[in-house]
């Protein structure tokens, strides 16, 4: 199957992109492409305009500082998970990156546009939200930033306007006495997880954050409740059943999962105190 008609837009500038969305209200973001590709060849999405981000300068950077890792809207995967600085500040960046889809996508694919593209069976909405992450989000009426506790509305649905280009991602670092995990279970390597879990333990904190359980992310805090973690998040999820996997295998899997992730953030966090 091949998409719909569409128009196709590549500004050179970040105004001009945001003029075109701002004036066309069909247009949709363009930046990898490899989660919208697909959608257009089986005509789940049809805009009338695609706009895209390719040839504006300025949004493949990475920067990263004490307070942690902002990654630039045309940022690839590969790159960031390439980037020693990003995994000295942020491990649970690339332990969550090498498992996002094959080579060739994590080459193609841009971090930020999976975020937003808002599918809860991918590794980096996950990541961002257990962080408390945040996205800036632009349009021609301004810039704002979304908590990342705010950004998802439904399965494949943010809180981004139809106008508005998500122009960066922001992770905080870890802390001192910190630690991060990160484990999931696909048919390949590579292949969406039916199930996956990460972890941040924090001296004051214990949270949780799961994917391709629920419709959309979730973070479960269970902080003083570790022995019975993988109970308390099964009373905030509810698994479902598709073609991958049964309802109850999915409960099976968050719950050896859940114990893997605790006990590696654990010993990360031990490390970082010692």
Known sequence: MKPAPFRYRRPAS??????LLAGEPGAKVLAGGQSLV????MRLASPETLVDLGGVPGLDTI?????????????RHADLLADA???????LIP????HVAHATIRNLGTTVGSIVHADAAAEMPAVLCLLGGSVEATSVRGTR???????YAGPLESTLAADE??????FPALGAGEGVGFAEIARRHGDYAMVGVAAHVAPDAVRLGYLSVDDTPTVVDVT??????????????????DIHATADYRAHLVRVLTGRVLAAAKEMARDRTA
Do not use: F, I
Request: avoid cysteine; charge should be negative.
């Open 95 to 98: 332990l969550a990156l090498s």
């Open 14 to 19: 970040l105004e001009e992109a945001l003029t």
């Open 165 to 170: 280009v998500a122009t960066s991602a922001w």
């Open 63 to 75: 920067s990263v500082d004490e307070g942690g890792v902002r990654v630039g809207a045309m940022v």
């Open 85 to 91: 600085a990003v995994g000295a500040a942020q491990p």
């Open 145 to 151: 930033t979304v908590p990342a506790s705010q950004l």
């Open 224 to 241: 003083g409740r570790e022995p019975e973690a993988a109970e308390v998040a099964l009373a905030h999820l509810d698994p479902a059943d």
């Open 38 to 41: 697909p959608l257009l060849n």
